[in-house]
């Protein structure tokens, strides 16, 4: 799966994430990493308390069989146009560097919920000594990853795939991938299929094999900007457009994880807030990034 789409959500392009629609461009935000989340003020506490109503059991069936409908229509309207290159993750990950410094270190690399290749590319255009399988859940999304100019088969393989149901082993050999990549995938994900994906990753990476994920937190602006009428469940409401979108607490991910047997390495809170004084106005982000491993140890398939 991908990301996120246009909607009623928040929209503010900023460094390291992915642009948001409806909002113009804002100067750049100050960062800091915190192992506790937002506290939301007074006002966004009514709106959240407020909002329980949830999407009927018939259109929430309806939206997860229409799932990669959804998103293949997003690629059909927005093709490779909507999100921005990621040159950031080589910053915010020094695992995915280890291939500059050791000539010899071929890193295979796993981008689960690859997209139209706004990381992968960045990453070959570096000319970093890596293999790049790819996979997404929009058959529209891999054909534009193959149309790449930089796609070649010598350094990446994409393929089309549901996490939560498409077993990995079937294009990746067992125990194979170093680094996998969770960059605003797992939350497009319905809650109870998430731990499915998980173990699927799992059985391709090899032991000591590391997941790099970035995602939507708790409180985000994007979640506070959801009208009433969107909610799927706790934390976890649907765009306009029909693509879904879950935002996390570091608990309920660690959790996950170990759920599938992963180690966490790291599992933080990133805060930004950008302020626009022409605009009057302040949008505060929210992102959970974090690290987990496989153990050395090899813990079934």
Not at 171 to 194: E, R
Not at 218 to 225: C, E, Q, V
Not at 269 to 277: P, Q
Request: overall charge neutral; charged content about 30%; glycine content about 6%.
């Amino acid at each position: 799966m991908a990301l996120s789409k246009q909607d009623d959500t928040a929209n503010v392009v900023l460094p390291g994430e992915e642009p948001k629609d409806g909002l113009p461009c804002l100067t750049p935000p100050v960062q800091s990493k915190t192992s506790t989340g937002r506290t939301l003020n007074e006002k966004e506490m009514e709106k959240l308390t407020g909002d329980q109503t949830l999407v009927s059991d018939f259109k929430q069936m309806k939206l997860e069989k229409e799932a990669q409908k959804n998103w293949d229509l997003f690629y059909k309207r927005n093709t490779t146009n909507f999100f921005k290159d990621r040159h950031w993750t080589t910053r915010e990950f020094e695992e995915l560097k280890v291939c500059l410094e050791f000539e010899a270190q071929k890193l295979v690399l796993l981008e689960a919920g690859c997209g139209v290749g706004n990381c992968i590319f960045p990453l070959l255009e570096e000319d970093l000594n890596i293999f790049v399988y790819a996979c997404d859940f929009s058959p529209r999304a891999v054909e534009f990853v193959k149309q790449h100019s930089l796609y070649c088969a010598e350094r990446c393989s994409a393929f089309q795939c549901d996490l939560t149901k498409d077993d990995l082993r079937g294009n990746i050999p067992v125990g194979c991938v170093d680094v996998a990549t969770l960059i605003f995938v797992l939350s497009a994900i319905h809650p109870d299929k998430m731990q499915q994906a998980l173990d699927n990753i799992y059985r391709v990476l090899k032991p000591g094999g590391i997941i790099l994920f970035r995602d939507y937190g708790l409180y985000d602006h994007a979640m506070m900007r959801f009208k009433a009428g969107n909610k799927l469940g706790e934390n976890f409401y649907v765009r306009q457009d029909g693509t879904r979108s879950y935002f996390f607490t570091k608990e309920l991910l660690a959790d996950l994880f170990r759920g599938a047997g992963f180690e966490m390495l790291t599992n933080d809170y990133v805060l930004r807030e950008t302020v626009n004084k022409k605009e009057g106005l302040c949008v505060p982000r929210v992102f959970l990034q974090s690290k987990f491993r496989r153990p050395d140890q090899l813990q079934g398939s």
